[in-house]
């Protein structure tokens, strides 16, 4: 059907071409000539995508809103991430593709800006915040991201490779906490799922991931997941093994003990190990550890003694904190009741509070009990691992996948740390909490109002502002002032 002359007499584009459709072929589309082709010794022009119609005499522009990019996004908590993380990229450039290494970053980044963030929701995330102008062209679809992971973890020896470099750069004397925490996972596919010794109380399969952290940089070092049915001293050699950890101070728990590792420590002269011993061990018998021969400094509530482990190379340290022996002996007689032994109490008083500790380094009882005492940071890792970035189950299937979410929730983990040091150091601690922080830099968002222009700040509340300007994201200078109530001055004569 020929096109009316007025019709294509409309002003429009160049190189396009009107087309009739509907029903009653009485409206029309503009298509552009992307080239054309030789047939019959003619060119005939070879017609693209639709980019407008003709309506009402006149041409207007096709603007889906499903292709849109957003002009609203959000802005501080992923720029605070990239600045603080940013240099992340060169480290995983030595194991991947850049390409790739800017997938995982990507990922990372998005999993701490919007905890418990499944993988179908990433390129939607992706597109609503600065990411995707600062790293444009990251796909993440959620196609793409299920058969990427799968990739990365068949390719496990690369993320063993960026662990071990990681550790490699260890201080010598730096302390080393080494602890594992449990992860549900009900999957019936891959082979690290299995019933653990806690998980057969409570009804479901589990995934064990085990942590090294390192005290004196306030940030985890490496992790590795293995089967939930794996004892800890099992694992914990494979741990030192794998990662290649060389140098420093291992401080673990009764669950890792060194004798489990005993042939890394004899290989690598500059890794020390700081343990537990169970309280009627008769190691601590035999040196009389429960006798104590001073007080600590610093510490008058505790009590410590120090003795060399005959003819070896260990030394032993026991600390007895009376304020905790007398909350666990109020606990045992309330547990007791009916069934209370004044013998059996007698047997158990000289260990209530206690903690005995083995280590293959000849230090002071002070120093001993500063690096054990530390050992809680560890539990704050795995609850930061658990909880603040949402990491408490798994949700994905195969073995493959399984190694590589964990491998990116472990660099989820390296940067909610970076945050939380750099919040401690400018003060912010002080004044919220790492909730609150995030939830002021997820409100900064930036804002496009005309496609010539560029995306500027949002007007933001003082104390918002003031979160940025300490955290260096924006200067006094270029944050949107608020306008003052009351009347205009007057001008003029």
Excluded at 290 to 299: C, F, M, R, S
Excluded at 401 to 416: C, K, P, Q, R
Aim: hydrophobic share 30%.
């Amino acid at each position: 059907m020929a096109i009316p002359k007025e019709i294509l007499a409309v002003e429009r584009p160049r190189n396009t071409n009107v087309y009739a459709y509907g029903k009653n072929k009485d409206r029309y589309g503009v298509k552009m000539r992307i080239g054309c082709i030789r047939k019959g010794g003619k060119n005939h022009p070879v017609n693209g995508p639709t980019i407008g119609h003709i309506i009402d005499m006149r041409y207007v522009p096709l603007k889906r809103l499903e292709t849109a990019s957003p002009d609203l996004r959000d802005y501080a908590s992923v720029a605070c991430c990239d600045f603080l993380f940013s240099g992340m990229i060169a480290k995983l450039d030595e194991e991947y593709d850049h390409s790739d290494s800017l997938k995982i970053y990507c990922m990372a980044i998005l999993r701490v800006c919007r905890p418990g963030i499944p993988d179908s929701q990433l390129k939607e995330a992706y597109e609503e915040s600065f990411l995707s102008e600062t790293y444009p062209g990251v796909a993440l679809s959620k196609n793409t991201v299920c058969s990427f992971l799968e990739k990365i973890g068949k390719n496990l020896s690369r993320i063993h490779s960026f662990m071990r470099k990681r550790a490699a750069e260890v201080e010598q004397g730096h302390h080393l906490l080494v602890d594992g925490t449990l992860k549900s996972d009900e999957s019936g596919v891959n082979t690290l799922s299995d019933f653990s010794r806690k998980a057969r109380t409570k009804g479901s399969r589990d995934i064990s991931v085990i942590y090294a952290f390192d005290l004196e940089k306030r940030e985890p070092v490496c992790s590795q997941c293995y089967p939930g049915n794996m004892l800890d001293m099992t694992a914990y050699s494979d741990f030192i093994e794998k990662n290649g950890i060389k140098s420093g101070i291992i401080v673990a728990d009764k669950g890792f003990p060194q004798s489990q590792a005993a042939k890394c420590f004899e290989e690598n002269p500059d890794l020390h190990y700081l343990n537990p011993v169970r309280r009627n061990s008769t190691l601590a018998r035999t040196h009389d550890m429960y006798a104590y021969e001073g007080i600590l400094k610093g510490h008058p509530e505790i009590t410590y003694r120090k003795s060399k482990v005959e003819g070896k190379e260990r030394w032993l340290y026991s600390f007895r904190d009376c304020v905790r022996a007398a909350k666990e002996e109020r606990d045992y007689l309330s547990r007791a009741g009916s069934g209370f032994s004044d013998s059996e109490l007698k047997a158990k008083q000289e260990r209530f509070g206690t903690v005995v500790l083995e280590s293959d380094l000849d230090m002071t009882a002070e120093e001993i009990y500063l690096a054990y005492s530390k050992r809680w940071e560890i539990e704050t890792v795995m609850r930061y691992y658990k909880q603040s970035c949402e990491f408490d189950e798994t949700r994905v299937h195969d073995d493959y996948s399984v190694y590589a979410t964990e491998f990116i929730n472990f660099l989820s983990s390296l940067l909610t740390y970076r945050l939380l040091n750099r919040f401690e150091d400018i003060g912010l601690l002080e004044e919220y909490t790492y909730g609150e922080i995030m939830q002021k830099l997820r409100r900064a968002k930036k804002v496009r109002t005309s496609e010539k222009e560029g995306f500027t700040l949002v007007r933001l509340n003082p104390s918002t502002t003031n979160v940025l300007e300490r955290l260096g994201l924006v200067s006094a200078s270029t944050t949107p002032q608020k306008r003052k109530r009351g009347r205009p001055k007057k001008t003029g004569i």
